[in-house]
């Protein structure tokens, strides 16, 4: 036991008395995947020392499980609330297979006097302390953020659905209107006007020719507003033949007056389409926006990362127009276990990075595959590269390559924490021909 502890880190300048009386009352435990070691809440009656795995600290905020951390191969566990003589503040549980050093609260009062365990604990607790400040701080603002999007999300969904419902009865109403128009014509003798079948995609050039065709038409009718009605006339199908044959029989104003009362059915039935076409947009962006926030849903959960990359894709479509977006997602891809929210929050800055180094245009593959019990996911772009000595800080706090004022040098430092909290790892490679982001997260088995 005290060769064991003599080769971890934290207890490497511990004279050889002191270790042999704490490993006399110390014994090593081997732990599951998943096997609860502290329970938040409960008594503190002992530290632990990570031998060999991970363990996952997390703690609970109401029904969410807020993970704040990790603790690997060599640091401890639960010395705070031994210090403090208090409960313990979190959970505790084995991320894999584990193995921990048992430290009852006897041979922990023996290490506190040695003043090099003392000073390296003082350490430990503070920055332990610190992190989880800071952390509890951004999740209680996310929360606060998610309840106010979700609320929006549900007063936006509102409208958007009464824009569709009025649209769909617009539609039939003027289905109605068209259709007693036409009784109306066959009462009183006049023109059958029979709608057109929807126009056949012409091309640029036909289109602007059938438009030029359409508009002179309607000026010599004598049509208000030749012009605009034109194009709407073009989309909808109708050709100078039909409407030759729908004002045949009349002459004067009342020729006029029916050309001009086609134009405006064909304009109508165009503003109905667009308005259809902005509705169902508006519920997709909604759709696509509490998909990629992960609204009411735990933080911690089975995702399908790809999911969260495409609904990435739609929101940043307005920075992508000029870049050829290549997809490569398998259909037998896992599942990770990640907090969806932040996961979104690494596609969002590398697809948005990328975006940025190519707005002249270029190429950006995005690919995933299962590799090992690992999935990796590929973020590339044909932009200028990063230069060799600026690749080893490009994860640092507040390094960024950006010019002054256009970046906080915060996104890819996040992207880094974020892939790391979730038991990944993320490396990046960089020529003159374009940069690649490796981002490799554990698969769910």
Known sequence: MSDTLRVLPYFSDVSDDLLERVAAHSEERDLADGAVLIEEGSDSDEMYVVVSGELVVTKQAGERSIELGRIGSGDVVGEIALLDDAPRNATVAAKGPTRVIYVPASAFESLLSDPHVVRRMFRTVTSRLRSIEETLRHEERMSALGRMAAQLMHELNNPAAAVARSTKELARLQGEMSAEARALGAAFGGPEVSKPHQGEGLGPLERSDAEQAVAR?????????????????ADTGWTLDMLEAAVTGTSGEVKTSLARWIGLGAATEMMLDELAIGARRISELIRVV????????????????????????????????????????????????????????????????????????????????????????????????????????????????????????????????????????????????????????????
């Open 217 to 233: 038409w309607l000026e010599e009718a004598g049509v208000r507003e030749p012009w605009d009605l034109a194009p709407a006339l």
């Open 290 to 445: 509490k998909e990629y926030s992960f609204l009411d849903r735990a933080p911690i959960q089975e995702i399908d990362p790809t999911a969260g990359i495409e609904d990435t894709l739609i929101l940043l479509k307005h920075k992508l127009v000029n870049i050829d977006v290549q997809l490569d997602f398998p259909d037998d891809l896992p599942s990770v276990e990640a907090a969806g929210r932040d996961l979104n929050q690494v596609w969002t800055n590398l697809i948005d990075n990328a975006a940025d180094v190519m707005q002249e245009g270029g190429v950006l593959d995005i690919s995933a595959k299962k590799e090992g019990d690992h999935v990796v996911v590929r973020v590339a772009d044909t932009g200028p590269g990063i230069p060799d000595d600026r690749l080893p800080r490009i994860f640092d706090p507040f390094f960024t390559t950006k010019e002054p004022g256009q970046g906080t040098g915060l996104g890819l430092h996040t992207v880094h924490n974020i892939v790391h909290r979730s038991g990944g790892e993320i490396k990046v490679e960089s020529t003159t021909s374009g940069t690649t982001f490796e981002v490799r997260l554990p698969a769910v088995p």
